[in-house]
């Protein structure tokens, strides 16, 4: 008989002002995740309409949610708008936090 024993995953954790949010995604989703949204601006037409810009911030709030959990963004916000350059550069900020949080659980559960 063969056992195999797994370990459970890993929970990487992210304090954001005061939230403390749990990644959702792996390295490797949360970087498609960035390619899918870094291909929808591209995507963008060079006079892109007010719905198209808005399908694009609404892509960038799904993005965030996915990486942190439904209702990040929202948390994230605190109840105010958030316009198009704070949004790409949050996105861009968590991200990078998720990636480094990943790495950092898997190092302490590998050590």
């Keep these: 008989m063969i056992k195999l024993n797994l370990t459970a995953p890993i929970t990487p954790t992210i304090e954001i002002a005061g939230h403390e949010f749990t990644v959702q995604l792996s390295e490797l989703d949360i970087n498609d995740l ?41 948390k994230l916000a605190a109840g105010r708008s958030v316009n198009a350059a704070t949004a790409m550069r949050w996105l861009r900020d968590v991200a990078g936090a998720a990636l480094q949080a990943n ?9």
């Design 34 to 74: 960035l390619e899918q949204v870094k291909s929808h601006a591209l995507g963008l037409k060079d006079n892109p309409s007010t719905d198209d810009i808005l399908g694009y911030l609404r892509h960038i709030n799904e993005a965030i949610d996915r990486i942190l959990g439904e209702g990040a963004m929202s």
């Design 103 to 111: 790495m950092e659980a898997c190092k302490a559960k590998n050590d």
